[in-house]
């Protein structure tokens, strides 16, 4: 199953495309810059289930040739008219973690720190991955005598990604004929895609296919994540089960029926609310370890798109809950309006990287 639109017709501005590679689909976002601001030219969706001897929704484990064609059949079926691109990298095969560490004023030998520490938090020697690290903004308000002179310390998150998953990808980019300038770890394309209040702490609850993530964002750095593993296809199955209806029928029913299923064992709400409680467990411990309070929840992903979604979670959490829309970031005919925000959290990482694509312009 596909989300295909080509919204405007060919420009003489040079366009950008964002390509998300997941476990069970590929999409992909083409934007333009025009005044100041990001057109949405086209947008697709193609499935990775069919081209993996599986069903329509389930996560799939493909070659990097097999997903090169895939791309390139997605390209075509999206009008797709540029080669230029930026590519997520999954969470999964990344590596993020927070390090308190001594803080130098000096720039260059506050690197060397970083880079000589990062090795007692990374499982595989360091000349094997890329590294990369943000300096998390101080909000404590710790007194002087215990932040200050050789004693003062900054949490560092480091972030990692194995040389052999950025050869994988720059494969299926190559072989899919594109050119990729970067390729970022999913979870900051969402950030840049669905945060509008990054001084504010929030959770971004992401409900992939194969499992969710958790990630607590704040000051537009993650301050932390957790993975459960549940995900959408688990939705997906259990009203297969509850409806005795084929996978490819209950994806559709996901996005159509959604949460107001009959209650049941293998109704969605049955398996939302297992995801709900971990995902309420991580936050209450988060909370407390850092006392202060999540402002809200915004919910992500494939799962994010099942109907009545955000009204359900509402009421299992007490705070704000809200479903993402990163294509009001982008213009687009308002008569497209009510489908980009109906598939809008599926497409967070890929609107994500061709916002920053643009910037690069």
């Known amino acids: 199953m596909s989300f295909l639109g080509t919204i405007f017709g060919d420009k003489k501005e040079k366009s950008v495309l964002g390509i998300d590679i997941g476990s069970s689909s590929l ?5 333009r810059k025009e005044h100041g601001q990001a057109v949405l030219e086209t947008y697709g969706e193609l499935s990775l289930g069919p081209y993996g001897g599986e069903e329509v929704g389930q996560a799939t484990n493909l070659s990097p040739e097999q997903i090169s064609e895939t791309l390139k059949d997605l390209l075509r079926e999206a009008k797709v008219t540029t080669k230029s691109c930026g590519v ?3 969470f999964t095969r990344s590596l993020l973690t927070l390090a308190t560490l001594p803080y130098r004023e000096d720039k260059k030998e506050q690197k060397t720190i970083i880079e000589l520490e990062a090795r007692k938090y990374i499982p595989v020697p360091v000349s094997e991955v890329q590294l990369d690290w943000f300096v998390v903004p101080d909000t404590t308000h710790a007194s002087p005598e215990d932040n200050s002179g050789k004693n003062k310390k900054i949490e ?9 998953e950025l050869a994988i990808l720059q494969n299926i980019v190559a072989g899919a004929g594109l050119q990729a300038s970067f390729y970022e770890i999913e979870i900051f394309s969402t950030i840049r895609a669905v945060d509008d209040e990054p001084m504010k702490p929030v ?3 992401d409900v992939g296919a194969a499992s969710t993530k958790t990630y607590v964002i704040e000051h537009g750095v993650v301050a932390f994540s957790h993975s459960i593993s549940i995900g959408s296809q688990e939705i997906t199955r259990a009203i297969a089960i509850s409806g005795n209806v084929p996978i490819a029928q209950a994806e559709m029913l996901k996005k159509e029926a959604g949460i107001e299923g009959d209650g049941a064992l293998g109704s969605p709400e049955f398996v939302f609310s297992r995801i709900f409680a971990e995902a309420r467990r991580v936050l209450v411990q988060y909370e407390t370890a850092h006392k202060k309070s999540i402002t809200a929840i915004i919910l992500t992903g494939g799962g994010g798109v099942t109907k009545e979604l955000g009204a359900y979670a509402k009421n299992i959490f007490s ?14 005919p308002a008569f497209m309006k009510s489908v980009l925000e109906s598939i809008g959290p599926e497409f967070a990482v890929a609107v994500g990287l061709a916002l920053r694509k643009l910037d690069e312009i």
């Open 156 to 164: 560092v998150l480091l972030v990692a990604v194995h040389n052999d």
């Open 88 to 90: 997520s990298i999954p």
């Open 319 to 332: 705070i704000d809950v809200h479903v993402a829309n990163p294509f009001a970031k982008t213009k687009a």
């Open 27 to 31: 999409k992909v976002v083409q934007l």
């Open 203 to 205: 959770m971004i609850l």
